[in-house]
């Protein structure tokens, strides 16, 4: 994990993460801090062959400014961009264009090789790995899409509390590991509250690890019922059904 804090922390990095698979890398959201949160992992952009993104909001993709211009001018290479298709027009037109406009670069398409991707459809990103994009609640209008990779391991965007989806994810659909947002202090408004997950059935707490949190996290060690934390700079290895 390259951070597991809330847009507003300072004591955590945004809650991005690396996934290898592979030999592969896929950065899963690239926000404000990512791109010294992979430099305190020893890592650069050079090294990151795709991104995948679940929402336009700065913790998540306010790092993708210097992903594209690192790579272009850099490295010369143009990762992956994997998006769903209704968030391309937005990222672009919205948030990237007014830094990477240039003559003759006039498109998201110039830094990045643009991979739409439909929601609630398998698609493989990398050898061995797949996603399926899951359109959850967030802001109202304003699409966000949590991710369930390989049928086994739901990773939330920010969403709010949706706790008919996690039972069917967990009793329909045999997720094993469930990583999912979480605000401390309630009410969640935007983000699922702790007060509520700890609501929660034991089979679905017991799969389930909180990140996206403020920086106070450590006074509620202890506190999260059978659920337990992401830590931020931990390597989580997963075999497709279980992490250690
Ligand atoms: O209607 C809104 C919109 C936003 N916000 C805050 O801004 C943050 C943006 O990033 P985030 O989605 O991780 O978390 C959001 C909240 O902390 C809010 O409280 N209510
Ligand atoms: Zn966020
Ligand atoms: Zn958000």
Not at 41 to 46: A, E, H, T
Not at 71 to 89: E, H, M, N, Q
Not at 182 to 187: N, S, V
Request: aromatic share 10%; hydrophobic share 40%; glycine share 8%.
């Amino acid at each position: 994990m390259l951070g597991t804090g809330s847009a507003f922390a300072k004591a955590f990095n945004n809650n991005n993460a690396l996934l290898k698979a592979n030999g592969r890398n896929l950065l899963v959201d690239c926000g404000i801090t990512a791109p010294k949160a992979l430099h305190e992992l020893g890592y650069n952009f050079g090294e990151i062959d795709a991104v995948l993104l679940t929402h336009i909001h700065a913790d998540h993709i306010g790092g993708m400014e210097e992903f594209a211009f690192q790579s272009k001018f850099v490295f010369g290479r143009k990762p992956i961009l994997y998006i769903a298709d209704t968030l391309i027009d937005t990222l672009w037109e919205h948030s990237l264009r007014g830094g990477l406009q240039q003559d003759p670069a006039d498109t998201l398409s110039d830094y990045f090789d643009v991979r739409p991707l439909a929601a609630d459809t398998t698609h493989e990103l990398l050898p061995g790995l797949s996603v399926e994009l899951m359109l959850t609640p967030h802001i109202p209008n304003k699409p966000s899409y949590s991710l369930l990779f390989n049928d086994t391991f739901f990773y939330s965007a920010d969403m709010v509390f949706d706790p008919d989806l996690l039972h069917s994810l967990v009793h329909d659909r045999g997720v094993q590991a469930l990583f999912h947002d979480c605000q401390l202090h309630p009410p969640g408004v935007v983000h699922a509250s702790l007060p509520q997950l700890l609501t929660l059935p034991l089979p679905i707490q017991e799969r389930t690890f909180l990140m996206h949190y403020g920086d106070d996290q450590p006074e509620f060690v202890g506190r999260t019922g059978a659920m337990r934390f992401v830590e931020q700079h931990r390597v989580y290895e997963w075999d497709g059904l279980t992490f250690a």
